[in-house]
C-alpha cells in the first residue's frame, strides 16, 4: 500500500527549529514531487514548499522563504524540511504530497494536483 508518512513534529519555542521528514512507505520517492503544507485551526490550508521530481526546482511560500529548506535524499526514500527561526504562526499540522514525474516552474503546485498525502504532524511554536 502507497503511503506518505511525516514525522519529526512537536513542540518548540519560538526561535527553534525542526526536521520534519516526509517517508514513502511502499513506494520510493526517487521520481516524485513533494510538496509540504500547513494548516492551523481556522485558516486556510497554505503551502509551504515544495520539490519537482527532476528538474530541481524547489519553491518556498513567502512567509517562510530563507527559514525553511526542502531536501531530498534518494537512498532513503525521504524529503525532509529543516524549519529553523520558528514562530508561533508557524503552529499547524504539517502534511506531505507527492505525484510521481510532476515538474514544475517557479510556483508550487496546489495540493489537488498530488496524488498522495500523508496524515500529518503536528507543529507547535509556543513559549
Known amino acids: 500500500q502507497f503511503q506518505l508518512v511525516e514525522s519529526g513534529g512537536g513542540l518548540v519555542q519560538p526561535g527553534g527549529s525542526l526536521r520534519l521528514s516526509c517517508a514513502a512507505s511502499g513506494f520510493t520517492l526517487e521520481h516524485y514531487a513533494i510538496g509540504w503544507f500547513r494548516q492551523a485551526p481556522g485558516k486556510e490550508r497554505e503551502g509551504v514548499s515544495c520539490i519537482s521530481s527532476s528538474n530541481g526546482n524547489i519553491g518556498y511560500a513567502d512567509s517562510v522563504k530563507g527559514r525553511f529548506t526542502i531536501a531530498r535524499d534518494n537512498a532513503k526514500s525521504t524529503v525532509f524540511l529543516q524549519m529553523n527561526s520558528l514562530q508561533p504562526e508557524d503552529t499547524g499540522t504539517y502534511y506531505c504530497?507527492?505525484?510521481?514525474?510532476?515538474?514544475?516552474?517557479?510556483?508550487?503546485?496546489?495540493?489537488?494536483?498530488?496524488?498522495?498525502r500523508g496524515q500529518g504532524t503536528q507543529v507547535t511554536v509556543s513559549s
Open positions: 504530497a507527492g505525484d510521481e514525474d510532476l515538474d514544475f516552474g517557479s510556483s508550487c503546485p496546489g495540493l489537488a494536483i498530488y496524488d498522495y
